[in-house]
Structures are given as C-alpha cells and as structure tokens.
C-alpha cells in the first residue's frame, strides 16, 4: 500500500568495547583516586575514563559500560588536590553540584601527563584491550597552601589576648562605681547590732 514504508533506525551502532587496565604511580609508588582519560583520537575511538584505587590500578569504562573501543588515543592523568588534602576522583568531579573545594584544588601532575591539550602521551588499544601502566617520573607539584586560621579563632587560643582580656576584667570590676541599692545595703550593715558600732 501506497505511502506504508517499514521504519529504519538511523541510531549509529553501539562500539565494541575491550577490556583495559593497568597501574599509576608517581615516583615509583602508586596514585590512588587520580582520574585517568583515554581521549579519542579518531572516529572509532571513545572517550573513557577510569580512576585508580589506593593500589594505583585502575579499569576503563565508557559512559556506563566497563571498557573502551581499539583504537588510539592521548591519554591524560589528573591528581586534583583541595587545600585541606582532599583528592577529588571521577565521583566529585561528575556530580551537578561540585564540592566548594574543588574550586581552589589545584592540579599536582605536570601538564605533560595531566593536560589533555598538552599531554605526550599516546596508546593504541587492540582488539581484545590491553594493559596499560604509567609511572610518572617527574616530580609532582606542590600542593595548594591551607587556608589561614580564622582571626576570631587565632585571638580566641592567643594566650596574649586572653591575659589582656582577663587583666581588663579585673580592672573594670575593680573600678566599677557601686550601685545605690549597693551602698544602702553596706551602710545597713555597718550600724546594725554586733557590728561594734552604738546606735
């Protein structure tokens, strides 16, 4: 019948994905939470990413699905540190709603490895994946200064300052003038029986 086609799917077929893992360390020992990115390079590579657990290993998924597809791709590795020592993996910097630390962490990995513009760093996965390890030689970068101490809380444990403000409280008690219902109250006693005094 005139005008009755049989639908067809335009979606691209799903990749074929392959297992890859492998190991970080810096300085010869391993990088636990760094986020590891292997960026496609072509149109048959995809994007996948993993992070590495405190024995530095870590495994590739893309999008939800674990593995990656042959291919070749640059591959970037980032060790982001916040100020308190915090290392943000893949779950902080994944969410909607980042941590506030995360806005002044700095990154402690040279940008030869950490910066996916920059970075020299190239594997070609085959079919059936692959291990894939990389220890960083070079130093890494210092990490971001603490905060300072808040003022309120540095005068508060200041033994300075809590002499001075115990020292003025002496000293105002001390001249503090007496109220009139203080001074009845005194001169009261001064003349009442026992107190030596005749009346």
């Known amino acids: 019948m005139s005008g009755c086609q049989t639908g067809t799917s335009t979606s691209p077929p799903e990749p074929v994905l392959y297992p890859v893992k492998g190991k970080v360390t810096a300085d010869g020992k391993p990088l636990a939470h760094a986020v590891i ?26 999008v939800t699905k674990p593995g990656t597809a042959a291919a070749t791709y640059k591959v970037a590795i980032s060790y982001l540190q916040g100020k308190d020592g915090t290392i943000y ?89 007496k109220s009139p219902v203080t001074e009845a109250v005194s001169g009261a006693g001064a003349g009442s029986p026992g107190s030596g005094q005749k009346p």
Do not use: C, H
Not at 43 to 59: H, M, N, Q
């Open 37 to 62: 990115t292997f960026l496609q390079m072509d149109e048959k590579g995809t994007t996948s990413v993993g992070e590495t657990d405190e024995e530095g290993t870590y495994e590739l998924s893309y």
């Open 89 to 177: 993996g893949l779950g902080p910097r994944s969410g909607l709603a980042k941590p506030y630390g995360m806005i002044t962490a700095k990154e402690r990995i040279p940008p030869e490895w950490s910066d996916l513009g920059r970075t020299t760093q190239r594997v070609t996965v085959p079919e059936n994946g692959g291990t894939f390890d990389f220890p960083i030689k070079e130093p890494l970068l210092p990490p971001p200064d603490p905060d300072p101490p808040a003022k309120a809380d540095a005068e508060k444990g200041s033994p300075e300052v809590r002499e001075a403000k115990s020292t003025a409280s002496s000293v105002k008690e001390e001249t503090a003038p």
